[in-house]
């Protein structure tokens, strides 16, 4: 079972991402915070959720980003379940710009 991220840490973290404010600061702030294939494996989540919130099938997310069908089903039962509701509200707010 996986431990919980250390709750300190992670508020800590939220707060320094909140006070981003383009996407170059964000560029910036993630290309120092993550290793190359971190930021590869965020990238790809998140355009896998895209792509499924498209209702855009299995092979076809495979053929256009190389996720394995196992992070695509996590990515999906993130989606169907609403685990913390993140991704529909980005993908709300993402829908206004």
């Not at 256009?64 to 089903?73: N, Y």
């Not at 993130?78 to 529909?88: I, M, Q, R, T, V």
């Given at each position: 079972m996986a431990s919980r991220p250390n709750t300190e840490f992670t508020h800590d973290l939220y707060k320094a991402i909140l006070t981003l404010e383009t996407e170059e600061e964000c560029e910036a702030f993630f290309k120092d915070?993550?290793?190359?294939?971190?930021?590869?494996?965020?990238?790809?989540?998140?355009a896998v959720a895209?792509?499924?919130?498209?209702?855009?099938?299995?092979?076809?997310i495979v053929e256009?980003?190389?996720?394995?069908?196992?992070?695509?089903?996590r990515v999906k039962r993130?989606?169907?379940?609403?685990?913390?509701?993140?991704?529909?509200l980005v993908f709300e707010r993402m829908k206004k710009d």
């Open positions: 915070l993550c290793t190359i294939p971190e930021l590869k494996a965020l990238s790809q989540r998140f895209e792509m499924l919130e498209r209702n855009m099938v299995y092979n076809k256009a980003t190389g996720a394995s069908t196992a992070t695509i089903s993130s989606l169907d379940y609403e685990n913390a509701g993140g991704y529909g």
